[in-house]
T-cell receptor
Framework: AQSVSQHNHHVILSEAASLELGCNYS??????LFWYVQYPGQHLQLLLK??????LVKGIKGFEAEFIKSKFSFNLRKPSVQWSDTAEYFC??????????FGTGTRLLVSP | DAGVIQSPRHEVTEMGQEVTLRCKPI?????LFWYRQTMMRGLELLIY????????DSGMPEDRFSAKMPNASFSTLKIQPSEPRDSAVYFC?????????????FGPGTRLTVL
């Protein structure tokens, strides 16, 4: 079955630490990849997306993600997190241009 | 643009009552999506429309749930009768529906509590 896995359910970091959140999907066809962020009490917002070209994608607020096709992965990274990055992060995959499938989310807590 | 608008923002009701959630997509967007978010199951797609036509309702949990999109600027999600296990945050999202990489824009959600 088509699925999206985010293995880290909860991550706790100190400010200035580096962040990497894993995202893997199971599908052999064409994919388009997204990372969304949900700040406490707010709705989902797009951080970045990949649909073609350079597999290293840069998004807002210093986030980036790398699409590694051979590993079916689209990990999210940020070199130095801030307290304001505390949020829940969702990886989402559109498979063969159909509906988005979301991962279960990773809750990030950044301590000041 | 005001973004995706949802109402009500909060709804508390008793088991057995009918609940109607409303969504106004971004003007010009052709695709509309209804999601449910719970701690246990995460974010689940319930149904989506393209040009007001339901395309995939395989995520609708059961017959108690129904969704309509009578025109391009309005959609409803109805639960009748409601049950405590329906308690969740329901999000509506819209997109242009054009191109593989088109982004979905989410509304603020409706937090539903069924007692």
């Amino acid at each position: 079955a088509q699925s999206v896995s985010q293995h880290n359910h909860h991550v706790i970091l100190s400010e200035a630490a580096s962040l990497e959140l894993g995202c893997n999907y199971s599908y052999g066809g064409t994919v388009n990849l997204f990372w969304y962020v949900q700040y406490p009490g707010q709705h989902l917002q797009l951080l970045l997306k990949y649909f073609s070209g350079d597999p290293l994608v840069k998004g807002i607020k210093g986030f980036e993600a790398e699409f590694i096709k051979s590993k079916f992965s689209f990990n999210l990274r940020k070199p130095s997190v801030q307290w304001s990055d505390t949020a829940e992060y969702f990886c989402a995959v559109k498979m063969d241009f159909q509906k988005l499938v979301f991962g279960t989310g990773t809750r990030l807590l950044v301590s000041p | 643009d005001a973004g995706v608008i949802q109402s009500p923002r909060h709804e508390v009701t008793e088991m057995g009552q009918e609940v109607t959630l409303r969504c106004k997509p971004i003007s010009g967007h052709n695709s509309l999506f209804w999601y449910r978010q719970t701690m246990m199951r995460g974010l689940e797609l319930l149904i989506y429309f393209n040009n007001n036509v339901p395309i995939d309702d395989s995520g609708m949990p059961e017959d108690r749930f129904s969704a309509k999109m009578p025109n391009a600027s309005f959609s409803t999600l109805k639960i009748q009768p409601s049950e405590p296990r329906d308690s969740a945050v329901y999000f509506c999202a819209s997109s242009t529906g054009q191109g593989a990489g088109d982004e979905q824009f989410f509304g603020p959600g409706t937090r539903l509590t069924v007692l």
